[in-house]
């Protein structure tokens, strides 16, 4: 099972640590990436991190706010969101990739092969 947890309400400037913890499988080989999805919109690529390298990618969006890391220790991937906006509210999943490294194609959902749960986060302006 994979489980994303942190999500809340923030003021718009504030700051939330996401997290993706597994209890059933592990992150050992695989990169994990985060997605999110607004009402009404399409679920859309927000980071996602290489396994050992530790290597990222971020999404125009949110790249110089947010800050994906991992802890394979813990089997848990962080997402540090800083300098939340209002556009920033969505559901936030966290999803294990097919692969250990990141690349063009970690910007799309068939690169992850497993999904969790999500976690709302609600920006207020």
């Known amino acids: 099972q994979l489980q994303a947890s942190g999500g809340g309400l923030v003021q718009a400037g504030g700051s939330l640590i996401l997290s993706c913890t597994t209890s059933?499988?592990?992150?050992?080989?695989?990169?994990v990436g985060w997605f999110r999805q607004a009402p009404g919109e399409e679920r859309e690529f927000v980071a996602a991190v290489a396994w050992r390298s530790g290597s990222a990618l971020y999404s125009d969006s949110v790249k110089g706010r947010f800050i994906i890391s991992r802890d394979d220790a813990k089997n848990t991937v962080y997402l540090q969101m800083n300098g939340l906006k209002p556009e920033d509210a969505a559901v936030y999943f966290c999803?294990?990739?097919?692969?250990?490294?990141?690349?063009?194609?970690?910007?799309?959902?068939?690169?992850?092969?497993?999904w969790g749960q999500g976690t709302q986060v609600t920006v207020s302006s």
């Open positions: 059933t499988r592990t992150f050992s080989r695989v990169a």
């Open positions: 999803a294990v990739g097919n692969r250990p490294n990141v690349d063009g194609r970690s910007y799309y959902s068939s690169f992850y092969g497993y």
